[in-house]
């Protein structure tokens, strides 16, 4: 007499999680420059709103003529990334960037303690 059998079970072996990768001192460090170098742009950025009404005031523009001065920042500094862009392919990104950042801080710093 036949005998019925059940059909087997299908067992899934146990899946491995992944576990995130794990970030190095080095990743780390850049990690930390490439923050301070967003931080830095706009902490430049919220200065020149600030410092807008008197800005226009020295240029002799009203409050409607205070975007012209927040174009004349941003649209070099547009075509200056673009421009660095390049170079930056040319001569190496690491050197550009951190010349950059020298640069920036510097100008900052100048800019910050002017009277």
Do not use: C, H
């Not at 019925?4 to 067992?11: A, F, G, K, L």
């Not at 200065?47 to 009404?53: G, K, S, T, Y």
Request: hydrophobic share 50%; charged share 10%; aromatic share 8%.
């Amino acid at each position: 007499m036949p005998t019925e059998t059940t059909p087997p079970t299908e067992t899934t072996p146990p899946t491995k999680t992944a576990s995130p990768p794990r970030i190095g001192g080095r990743q780390r460090l850049i990690l930390l420059v490439l923050l301070g170098a967003g931080f830095t742009l706009s902490v430049d950025f919220s200065i020149l709103n600030v410092a807008l009404p008197m800005a226009g005031e020295g240029v002799g523009l009203g409050a409607d003529g205070l975007p012209w001065i927040t174009a004349a920042y941003a649209l070099p500094a547009a075509g200056f990334t673009l421009v660095f862009g390049r170079m930056a392919d040319l001569f190496g990104r690491r050197r550009l960037f951190l010349s950059g950042m020298a640069l920036l801080t510097g100008a900052s710093l100048l800019g910050g303690f002017a009277a």
